[in-house]
């Protein structure tokens, strides 16, 4: 059984940075992909990044959502636990639960959506004030 555990989340100012860590354990993470979404209260769940393996290419390929590009990096040290998620420039409308989300490397559809994903931590919180 795959467990992740997020942790890194805070109370931070506008423009400061976090770094967010998913410790993976009960199955190798060269044989996972691994994506970060976010909630906000009242909100639905939203993807933000990927570290997904790529049937096409046969290599992991990072993705991230549009919007956030330049402010957030995921990071996959060597296919060694954790998986990090650094973010940058804060805004108070970055405040979310991020949680950290894994399936199998076998699977090559759409990394955006949430119900592809079948292993899932407990989020962690991110608030930032103005």
């Known amino acids: 059984q795959v467990q992740l555990v997020e942790s890194g989340g805070g109370l931070v100012q506008a423009g400061d940075s976090l770094r967010l860590s998913c410790a993976t354990s009960?199955?190798?993470?060269?044989?996972?992909?691994v994506a970060w979404f976010r909630q906000a209260p009242g909100k639905e769940r939203e993807f933000t990044a990927a570290?997904?393996?790529?049937?096409?290419?046969?290599?992991?390929?990072?993705l991230y959502k549009t919007s956030l590009k330049g402010r957030i990096t995921i990071s996959r040290d060597n296919n060694k636990s954790p998986v990090s998620l650094q973010l940058d420039s804060l805004k108070p409308e970055d405040t979310a639960v991020y949680y950290c989300?894994?399936?199998?490397?076998?699977?090559?559809?759409?990394?955006?959506?949430?119900?592809?994903?079948?292993?899932w931590g407990q989020g962690t919180q991110v608030t930032v004030s103005s």
């Open positions: 989300a894994a399936r199998s490397t076998s699977r090559d559809d759409d990394v955006s959506q949430p119900a592809q994903y079948d292993y």
């Open positions: 009960g199955r190798t993470l060269s044989t996972l992909s």
């Open positions: 570290t997904a393996w790529t049937v096409g290419i046969q290599q992991y390929v990072s």
